[in-house]
């Protein structure tokens, strides 16, 4: 290895002489010792850590000369730089690290910060045989320094080991249980750094090995009781974090359930706002809605492409993670103890259910009618958390409930009304289930007039619950279109650019819910002309695109042959998004050092529009696509690398092939392989518009679908028989495939018997008739990343469609399995979904 200070003469200066050292020397050899250059201009810097050895040089004047400066330099290069430095480079900083980490010098104390750094970055690789697994030596020797006489250096030390808990790093495994005693004798430590990083510890224990923690558990409840209300509110977010972690084990409702009586009042009096927490959301300003966003309010947006789901899917509650429910400060947008508390409320009312009430109800009896607004905010947030969980048993409560919420979205703390809004959308589907005077009608009524309030986090929130109450309502709102629509439309004058994002969200849910019913004159008068206004302004490399976008493609589903008068310029300019971007993809991947890759999600934005019109023009579409190439531009979308593209270009060709098939046919000897390639449930929503493209030119092909069923056949049968089918399913596939008497029948030739196989042979799990309720859809629902996605399920039922074309008896196809809907994918686990100004 090089000398650790065989550097060039720019990393040095002698005291004793202005002129840097020769160049050839080496400082290790100069009789005066040379001062690091503590201040380097960033220039400087760069220049420097183009040498390897420039950190060698840091570390050792760091550990061996004790000069101030270095050290936050070379922090600051582990930082940005470790994983690139060559390997004899952080050998020998990681070895000097652990030789000085018990320094009394506070310099060398800060090597340890270091240290923790390069564990963070590169926790996989020091339990790896490429560098002879250093970590069987660092593991012990870091819990050493967990009896430290500085408070600075256990806090690392702990933090040093946390890395390689949800690894399960071997060398950390080999020493679990010293670990877990130096933990526990930690846990009154007087340093909140210290207290913070033992109950992270346990918090990752408690998933990876919580055998070790069950022997401890009822100590460990008691102490995370008092730490969730530690004077230090990040220590108290860290354990609170454990009573989400603990929810989700198999053994919660065994160990918790006696220490229920402490844990709720805790995590109530959590959801508390704190003083700085109104001061930094200007809880005292009522009227806002003059003031114009600043960029930072507006977070970047992402369009959610078209996919295909299972109708009962449909009607699985919102994911509490949807939406536009981020905090818009800044200050308040990370995760904090008030969301933590709400949202560990939320998943324990889903693990005890009615259970969690006899230690709820009269703390939300009290808080809910608190004179104090503060408090009483905190108690609608309770109601809104529990709302899930505690559904059946807050039924009896909630006609004296309701009518309360409605109240507090006219109080006079903007604060108050922003959090009834949310909470009400939680209780919206109990209340479309009662007669609509009742509570539904006052609902929409408060919930519109909070639209036009006058504080801009109020109307966020009213944007947001009143697309809840439509999802939820349906065709119950058609009586009141007219006036939802006056005062949506009004909001367009009146909102600020954020809320105006929102805006297009809940005007496009409305479309979806109430369908071809806002198929009239009136409404389409009042609706059409602010959103062709909006389209007019926005340029096409405006992002602002992507919610207006969305929000007519809703629209034009809905209109139907409403939207007629519109669509010559909707369509061409979609089609122009998708040729420049596709125009773009090519220049940036023949010349990538000359231009910027695209933003493909124009591209996609833009397919899913052409999808909508498609969907709601039906033949009337025909002559815009005869006018232009989108066939061609279709086939260069369906080979696209990123799956999104493929997925809404698959979404697209469906919509054409039932709209206008004589268009599409031409083309379907070059579309058929590419599509048969796109059967992999690796990329499942790729897979299920596939699988649905394919089931509709089926549908229209006929006969003459006989060349190309070979060239899918095989990856249907082979994604039909994928272990753990479930049962909806099999039923889906049953009623596909064609049930009768005599049993099923695949004919892959032209006709006759001897050329089929019966179906038992080809997909052995179907060993019943199918179910006479049996339906699949076709969906809207969010993008899934590549390679993961929710279940098996998801990718069927456009499959199992094909399976019904291809199947015949007595050459005859079944009816076109699939009809349009708009859902979201199966929700992940639920947690509580605070909105936009709640921190």
Known sequence: ?????????????????????????????????????????????????????????????????????????????????????????????????????????????????????????????????????PLNVMIPKFLQFFKHCSPKIRSHAIACVNQFIMDRAQALMENIDTFIEHLFALAVDEDPEVRKNVCRALVMLLEVRIDRLIPHMHSIIQYMLQRTQDSDENVALEACEFWLTLAEQP????????????????????????????????????????????????????????????????????????????????????????????????????????????????????????????????????????????????????????????????????????????????????????????????LMTELLKRILDSNKRVQEAACSAFATLEEEACTELVPYLSFILDTLVFAFGKYQHKNLLILYDAIGTLADSVGHHLNQPEYIQKLMPPLIQKWNELKDEDKDLFPLLECLSSVATALQSGFLPYCEPVYQRCVTLVQKTLAQAMMYNQHPDQYEAPDKDFMIVALDLLSGLAEGLGCHVEQLVARSNIMTLLFQCMQDTMPEVRQSSFALLGDLTKACFVHVKPCIAEFMPILGTNLNPEFISVCNNATWAIGEICMQMGAEMQPYVQMVLNNLVEIINRPNTPKTLLENTGEGLGGGRGGWRVNLGKGGEEEGCHVPELFPKLSHPPSSNSHHHRAFGLRLPAGGGPDAAAVHPPLVSIMGCVCVQGGGYGSSPCSPVRSDPPPPTPQVHLPAQHP
């Open 1 to 133: 290895m090089l000398c650790p200070l065989h550097v060039p003469t720019s990393f040095y200066l002698s005291p004793s002489c202005s002129n840097p050292y020769p160049s050839s020397s080496c400082p290790s050899l100069c009789p005066t010792p040379p001062i690091p250059i503590l201040n380097p201009t960033p220039q400087k810097l760069k220049q420097l850590n183009q040498f390897p050895d420039f950190n060698n040089y840091l570390i050792f004047v760091l550990t061996r000369l004790k000069s101030e400066g270095v050290g936050l330099i070379l922090k600051n290069n582990v930082k940005a730089h470790y994983q690139s430095f060559p390997p004899p480079v952080a050998e020998f900083i990681k070895q000097e690290c652990l030789n000085n980490i018990g320094d009394a010098s506070s310099l060398i104390r800060g090597a340890f910060g270091a240290l923790q750094k390069i564990c963070e970055d590169s926790s996989e690789l020091l339990d790896s045989d490429a560098l002879n697994r």
């Open 251 to 442: 053994i919660c409702k065994e160990v918790l359930t006696s220490h229920l009586v402490q844990l709720i009042p805790i995590l109530v009096n959590g959801m508390k706002y704190s003083e700085i927490d109104i001061i930094l959301l200007k809880g005292d300003v009522e009227e806002d809605e003059a003031i114009p966003d600043s960029e930072q309010d507006i977070k970047p947006r992402f369009h959610k492409s078209r996919t295909v789901t299972l109708q009962h899917e449909e009607e699985r509650p919102p994911d509490p993670e949807d939406g536009e429910d981020e905090d818009d400060d800044d200050t308040l947008s990370d995760w904090n103890l008030r969301k933590c508390s709400a949202a560990a409320l939320d998943v324990l009312a889903n693990v005890f259910r009615e259970e969690l009430l006899p230690h709820l109800l009269p703390l939300l009896k009290e808080l809910l009618f608190h004179p104090e607004w503060v408090i009483k905010e905190s108690g609608i947030l309770v109601l809104g958390a529990i709302a899930e969980g505690c559904m059946q048993g807050m039924v009896p409560y909630l006609p004296e409930l309701i009518p309360h919420l409605i109240r507090c979205l006219a109080d006079k703390k903007a604060l108050v009304r922003s959090i009834a809004c949310w909470t009400l959308s939680r209780y919206a589907h109990w209340v479309v289930g009662q007669p609509p005077d009742l509570y539904l009608k006052p």
